[in-house]
């Protein structure tokens, strides 16, 4: 009987889904760095979800911001000893509930307050400093230049409307 040996992709996949699972869980006992660490490694995947779901790439950030807000707010909820945990896909169905509120608002309904205080919340949340961020070819080294990175990602997305004929 021959013993199958895990490939290496499938090594990676359940060391990055331990790696998940211990962050959510530092993270719902309350652990800064442990959230920090989770936003700097999930924030990209999640945003792409977001984009892609959304008809307007810039609401993508800030269904981001409320998806990380709302992961440090449950994440105590969600952790239940060693019970077999995939943080990935908790963080999937939140966005994608994110993202399905935002489809069902009226057109034209205004986000700016609720936006505003989100985004305030996740800077006080993530707190200053450092935190390497891989993000395809580009790496960041601050918080901040990640969230400006998908406000320029949103902004390049955003469809181009023509000038407005004058007169």
């Given at each position: 009987m021959l013993d199958t040996i895990p490939s290496a992709?499938?090594?990676?996949?359940?060391?990055?889904?331990?790696?998940?699972?211990?962050?959510?869980?530092?993270?719902?006992?309350?652990?800064?760095?442990?959230?920090?660490?989770?936003?700097?490694?999930?924030?990209?995947?999640?945003?792409?979800?977001?984009?892609?779901?959304?008809?307007?790439?810039?609401?993508?950030?800030a269904v981001t911001r409320s998806t990380f807000v709302e992961v440090w707010h449950l994440a105590r909820y969600h952790r239940n000893g060693d019970r077999p945990f995939d943080a990935l896909a908790w963080l999937t169905a939140i966005t994608a509930g994110r993202v399905s509120d935002?489809?069902?608002?009226?057109?034209?309904?205004?986000?700016?307050?609720?936006?505003?205080?989100?985004?305030?919340?996740?800077?006080?949340?993530?707190?200053?400093?450092?935190?390497?961020i891989r993000t395809g070819n580009r790496a960041f080294v601050r918080i901040d230049d990640l969230d400006d990175a998908l406000t320029a990602i949103a902004d390049l997305a955003a469809p181009r409307r023509p000038p407005r004929a004058l007169g």
């Open positions: 992709s499938m090594s990676t996949a359940i060391t990055t889904k331990d790696h998940l699972g211990r962050l959510v869980a530092g993270t719902a006992a309350g652990e800064r760095p442990a959230f920090r660490c989770l936003y700097a490694f999930l924030a990209m995947p999640v945003w792409r979800i977001a984009a892609h779901g959304l008809p307007e790439a810039a609401h993508a950030s935002r489809m069902r608002l009226p057109a034209g309904a205004g986000t700016g307050d609720h936006d505003a205080h989100t985004r305030r919340e996740l800077r006080d949340l993530l707190g200053p400093g450092r935190a390497l």
